[in-house]
């Protein structure tokens, strides 16, 4: 073979060198986007927490959402309170010695309960201050729906949440 033949040969190599290393780059950085758009669209809840969100607002408007929605959580503050109570005592009704079913399933039904009437005053008065707001402040704010994501909450986002279901009756021969 003569310089030129090899001359050429390199030439060849090093473009399709080239070529499968721009090729991989691109593969490589397509993919990570595609991974980003695809965790950004399985968030439902909001990432930042209403300081945050408020903090982007005029001071003005900041003032009087902040004021509505303070009041509006006092006033839910109850149902929340009961809600929790309810759940302490089915807690507590679940440790004892002997379990009466049908007590704890009242009291964990007036939990839900309770939860979703405070859940539904907060959404309820959120709404009222969104008809308050010119659209840019409204398009802000209405992140806010999305219910908070709290440390505690591990749950991945796109887990389906298991329906509730009804008591089992206890199998002879079994504790319970």
């Given at each position: 073979?003569?310089?030129?033949?090899?001359?050429?040969?390199?030439?060849?190599?090093?473009?399709?060198?080239?070529?499968?290393?721009?090729a991989?780059?691109?593969?490589?950085v397509?993919?990570?986007?595609?991974?980003?758009?695809?965790?950004?669209?399985?968030?439902?809840?909001?990432?930042?927490?209403?300081?945050?969100v408020?903090?982007?607002?005029?001071p003005?408007?900041r003032?009087?959402?902040?004021?509505?929605?303070?009041a509006?959580?006092?006033?839910?503050?109850?149902?929340?309170?009961?809600?929790?109570?309810?759940?302490?005592?089915?807690?507590?009704?679940?440790?004892?010695?002997?379990?009466?079913?049908?007590?704890?399933?009242?009291?964990?039904?007036?939990?839900?309960?309770?939860?979703?009437?405070?859940?539904?005053?907060?959404?309820?008065?959120?709404v009222?201050?969104?008809?308050?707001?010119?659209?840019?402040?409204?398009?802000t704010?209405?992140?806010?729906?999305?219910?908070?994501?709290?440390?505690?909450?591990?749950?991945?986002?796109?887990?389906?949440?298991?329906?509730?279901?009804?008591?089992?009756p206890?199998?002879?021969?079994?504790?319970?």
């Amino acid at each position: 073979m003569n310089a030129r033949v090899l001359a050429i040969a390199l030439a060849v190599s090093v473009a399709l060198n080239l070529f499968a290393v721009a090729a991989g780059v691109t593969v490589m950085v397509g993919q990570a986007r595609a991974e980003r758009q695809v965790e950004e669209s399985r968030k439902t809840g909001r990432d930042r927490s209403m300081r945050e969100v408020l903090a982007t607002i005029d001071p003005e408007v900041r003032d009087r959402v902040r004021e509505a929605m303070r009041a509006s959580a006092q006033a839910a503050r109850p149902d929340f309170e009961d809600a929790r109570q309810a759940r302490r005592e089915a807690v507590a009704l679940g440790q004892a010695d002997t379990l009466d079913p049908a007590a704890v399933s009242t009291l964990l039904e007036r939990s839900r309960t309770a939860e979703m009437r405070g859940r539904a005053r907060l959404e309820t008065d959120m709404v009222a201050v969104l008809q308050t707001l010119e659209p840019e402040d409204r398009r802000t704010l209405s992140v806010l729906m999305n219910r908070y994501r709290r440390s505690r909450d591990r749950k991945p986002d796109d887990a389906p949440v298991p329906p509730p279901t009804q008591p089992q009756p206890a199998i002879v021969g079994e504790k319970g």
